[in-house]
């Protein structure tokens, strides 16, 4: 009965952790091995057989025969008139195998012992997870809302083990409920206090990028490559393409018949709008493919500060901006330029640049105007009111200030 108490509950244990058959047997027996060093100081002469499925060991101990007369180790020798109880046939120097039994060993000894394996197979777990996991970085992952907090989101995977969704990990729209069903990215995965500590991410480019190997054939295929992916999460995405066939045409493939492919990874990044562009080694072409929707005139590299200043119809600059400036940075992400933005003027149009006003304007409302791509009085005026103030967000006085002064220079 002792042996069914001590042995069952780990085999069942084995079964739901998946610890192999070699380890668990190699741990249990390591485990009646410190137990008989500490009663006998040697397991040197000590057989265990342990079955697992049946959940019985035994322990068997090997003794030389030595006359009654000359017995000088009691562990590894045994008295003729003993060896004789156990088989009358035995005579000296042979060798005797007798049964331990673990009753014999005391209550506290066998208390150690159960502590000792549960101790030896949490720590297995815990490195069958942080092995498992850390090999699983980068791969979506799937997942159970267990527990929301405030800071952080408890996620079970299908095996029970506990997976962490940081708030800060999370698109901003993102809103979850006990029992609702995850998919996320392994982040990290850390030790703490000898723990594995498993972090998930919504938020990271790699997430949109696993996201796009699903949904898309032609990139799980590697008949597409995504050369570069740059977001901010729940708002806008862009994503560079290239085909490794003539025939494919990537920013198709992805999008799909009236955005059909990528309908579902909008929806599942909390319709995340995403532009997907075809990449190009040619800087100039490849930025104004970045600043899409705007059409570019023409574009001036400055490959030593890797700068671009781009120029375009006044109509066109807001759309390159982007709300709050969100189009042009991640297009400056992506091409790894920084892009300023700047009006065309034709030639027989009167202007006057922002700087000559610094007279009658502070510099900081001349740097505001200038920080949304406005370098003259005309491309102030330009665009309207309402619109100045929510680009700059200047104070409405302070916009009727500066178009009172630019009107005036006109007139």
Not at 190 to 197: F, V
Not at 200 to 221: M, N
Not at 258 to 264: L, Y
Not at 347 to 371: H, Q, R, T
Request: charged share 35%.
């Amino acid at each position: 009965m002792e042996n069914i108490n001590l042995i069952d509950s780990f085999a069942e244990f084995k079964e739901l952790k998946n610890i192999d058959r070699a380890t668990m047997m190699s741990v249990i027996e390591e485990a009646f091995r410190s137990v008989l060093v500490r009663q006998y100081e040697t397991d040197d002469n000590f057989d265990i057989i342990i079955n697992i499925d049946k959940g019985d060991f035994e322990i068997w101990r090997n003794r030389k025969v030595v006359e009654d007369d000359k017995l000088e180790d009691p562990n590894s020798q045994i008295t003729l008139s003993e060896a004789v109880k156990i088989d009358e046939d035995y005579e000296v120097g042979e060798d005797v195998t007798d049964e331990v039994k673990l009753v014999d060993f005391g209550r506290r000894a066998i208390l150690n012992l159960r502590q000792n394996l549960a101790s030896k197979i949490m720590e297995l777990e815990k490195d069958y997870i942080y092995g498992k996991y850390k090999d699983k970085i980068g791969d979506i992952v799937t997942g159970e809302v267990y527990q929301v907090w405030k800071k952080e989101i408890l996620i079970i995977d299908d095996e029970g083990n506990e997976l962490i969704l940081p708030k800060s990990e999370q698109i901003p729209s993102d809103y979850f409920r006990k029992g609702d069903n995850v998919r996320a990215i392994v982040y990290k995965v850390e030790l703490r206090n000898n723990n594995p500590l498993i972090i998930l991410s919504r938020t990271a480019p790699t997430f949109l990028e696993r996201l796009f190997e699903l949904e898309i054939p032609e990139i799980f295929d590697g008949l597409i490559t995504i050369k570069k992916i740059v977001r901010v999460p729940g708002e806008r995405a862009k994503v560079a393409v290239e085909s490794y066939d003539e025939r494919i045409d990537p920013v198709g493939a992805c999008v799909g018949m009236k955005g059909s492919r990528i309908h579902g990874i909008v929806r599942e990044l909390g319709n995340e709008n995403i532009d997907v562009i075809n990449y190009s080694t040619n800087t100039q072409l490849f930025i104004k493919r970045a600043l899409n929707p705007a059409k570019i005139n023409s574009i001036k590299l400055l490959e030593d500060d890797k700068k671009a200043e781009v120029y375009l119809k006044p109509e066109e600059v807001s759309l390159a901006i982007g709300k709050g400036g969100l189009n042009i940075r991640l297009a400056s992400q992506l091409t790894g330029y920084e892009i300023d933005v700047y009006r065309e003027i034709e030639e027989d149009d009167e202007d006057v640049n922002l700087d000559e006003f610094g007279d009658e304007i502070e510099s900081w409302v001349i740097d505001a105007l200038k920080s949304i791509g406005c370098d003259s009085a005309k491309n102030v005026l330009n665009i309207p009111r309402a619109e100045l103030i929510k680009r700059t967000d200047l104070e409405e006085e302070t916009i009727d200030h500066v178009l009172s002064i630019f009107k005036s220079e006109f007139e």
